[in-house]
C-alpha cells in the first residue's frame, strides 16, 4: 500500500501564491507519474497540472502554476503564483505508481482546500 499527506493549502488573496506538497510512503518500486488534481464546489474533478518526463497544465493555469518533483523523496510540489478566486477548489495530488509486482496502481492524496479571496 502506498500513502499520500498533502500539505501546503490555506486562505490568500488574489494576486498571492501557496506550494502545495505531497509526499509518498509505502511499497513502491517506480513512479511513473504525479498530478494536481482539484474540484471546486459543484463541479468535477479537474486535471491541473501533472509531471512525468514532462510537464502538463491545464489552459487556466499555465504560466501561474510549476509542478515540480524531487524523486528522492517522492515528493511532488505545486507552485501556484498570480492566484485568481476561481482557483478556489479542493486540491488533491495523484501517483501512478508501481509496486513490486510491477502492477500500476492510482492513488490520491486526502485533499486540501485552497481559497481566494477577491
Known amino acids: 500500500q502506498v500513502q499520500l499527506v498533502e500539505s501546503g493549502g490555506g486562505l490568500v488573496q488574489a494576486g498571492g501564491s501557496l506550494r502545495l506538497s505531497c509526499a509518498a510512503s509505502g511499497s513502491i518500486f517506480s513512479i511513473d507519474s504525479m498530478g494536481w488534481f482539484r474540484q471546486a464546489p459543484g463541479k468535477q474533478r479537474e486535471l491541473v497540472a501533472a509531471i512525468t518526463t514532462s510537464t502538463n497544465y491545464a489552459d487556466s493555469v499555465k504560466g501561474r502554476f510549476t509542478i515540480s518533483r524531487d524523486n528522492a523523496k517522492n515528493t511532488v510540489y505545486l507552485q501556484m503564483n498570480s492566484l485568481k478566486p476561481e482557483d478556489t477548489a479542493v486540491y488533491y495530488c495523484?501517483?501512478?505508481?508501481?509496486?513490486?509486482?510491477?502492477?500500476?496502481?492510482?492513488?490520491w492524496g486526502q485533499g486540501t482546500q485552497v481559497t481566494v479571496s477577491s
Open positions: 495523484n501517483f501512478q505508481v508501481r509496486g513490486p509486482t510491477m502492477i500500476l496502481s492510482v492513488y
